[in-house]
């Protein structure tokens, strides 16, 4: 039997969309489905500062909707038009049950 490499992947680091930049490469981000559009199978999260669009495959976009609270894991990509970035996202979470007030004082003691 054959050894297969795998593909090492780059650690995702917590971030709120205000915070992003070009020179990200993997994130993952917090916030609330606020958009879907069909058209390219992608969603717009709101964290509450900023939006930010999540491009996704067919299968995660069905599975998905607007309202929910999600965590997004996925590699920053230049936008195609408007925004700065977009995300590609490869996995996304459910976070319907997190205490905002929590995850705000986890981001606050994160970045001091």
Avoid: C, H, W
């Avoid at 054959?2 to 780059?10: C, D, F, G, H």
């Avoid at 971030?15 to 199978?41: A, F, H, P, Q």
């Amino acid at each position: 039997m054959e050894s297969e490499e795998r593909k090492k992947r780059n650690v995702a680091i917590e971030k709120k969309i205000s915070e992003l930049s070009k020179e990200d490469i993997r994130v993952k981000i917090v916030g609330t489905v606020i958009e879907k559009d069909e058209s390219n199978n992608s969603i717009v999260i709101d964290d509450g500062e900023s939006k930010l669009r999540v491009l996704l495959d067919i299968e995660k976009f069905n599975n998905v909707d607007i309202g929910k609270l999600v965590r997004v894991i996925g590699i920053v990509v230049p936008a195609l038009e408007g925004e700065t970035v977009e995300l590609k996202g490869e996995i996304i979470q459910d976070f319907s049950e997190l205490e905002p007030e929590l995850y705000e004082k986890y981001l606050k003691l994160r970045a001091s």
